[in-house]
């Protein structure tokens, strides 16, 4: 079956520029996560979702940063005025329920953004 | 509170030898473990996960990691390394119950030479 997919999978913007990135979850997955991968750091948790709503957003690192998810499924990732700090590798994951103790989380190959 | 260390950034083994990728984990709950695989320009996979049942946790591609409270430790081994688990690496902590959020280690880069 089909698994989590995004897009682009590369992106080079100009500073200052903004950039969408999404996120196609698995069919009938409830939760949806975004991460970022930066050189040699692990990933960074940026935001959550269960169905529509976001309950943890804790994760974004400025208010340049936003995201939403439309019918429970497609999720778009918002930078405004991109920096050169925000390059990096975006990571999207989606798990059939929010237990991430119990469920798998199935990860995109990711968007690798970079801003010049 | 959680965190987890991995101790190795990069860790090289002669193809057939054994692998050993080590992480460390603090947690103020019972916590679930998982390591992850991230191939070059693929997606992480699950490799294996513990979830307070059984401490010897045996995955795919015949990995298996043991946790160990007394040691806050979940080694990740394999006895005898391929070609194609050269890849990086993810060991990952959650509290365990609810949604709680995850925290990834930094990664270890395994290179396997022929």
């Known amino acids: 079956g089909a698994g989590v997919s995004q897009s682009p999978s590369n992106k080079v913007t100009e500073k200052g520029k903004d950039v969408e990135l999404r996120c196609d979850p698995i069919s009938g997955h409830t939760a949806l996560y975004w991460y970022r991968q930066s050189l040699g750091q692990g990933l960074e948790f940026l935001i959550y979702f269960q169905g529509n709503s976001a309950p943890d957003k804790s994760g974004l690192p400025s208010d340049r940063f936003s995201a939403e998810r439309t019918g429970g499924s497609v999720s778009t990732l918002t930078i405004q005025r991109t920096q050169q700090e925000d390059s990096a590798v975006y990571l999207c994951?989606?798990?059939?329920?929010?237990?991430?103790?119990?469920?798998?989380?199935?990860f995109g190959p990711g968007t690798r953004l970079t801003v010049t | 509170a959680q965190s987890v260390t991995q101790l190795d950034s990069h860790v090289s083994v002669s193809e057939g030898t054994p692998v050993l990728l080590r992480c460390n984990y603090s947690?103020?709950?019972?916590?679930?473990l998982f390591w992850y695989v991230q191939h070059p320009n693929k997606g992480l996979q699950l490799l294996l996960k513990?979830?307070?049942?059984?401490?010897l946790v045996k995955g795919i591609n015949g990995f298996e990691a043991e946790f160990k409270k007394s040691e806050t430790s979940f080694h990740l081994t394999k006895p005898s390394a391929h070609m194609s688990d050269a890849a990086e690496y993810f060991c990952v902590v959650a509290p365990s119950g609810g949604y709680q959020k995850v925290t990834f280690g930094t990664g270890t880069k395994l290179q396997v030479i022929p």
């Open positions: 994951a989606s798990s059939l329920v929010e237990r991430v103790s119990t469920y798998e989380q199935y």
């Open positions: 513990y979830t307070s049942a059984a401490t």
């Open positions: 947690s103020s709950y019972s916590p679930s």
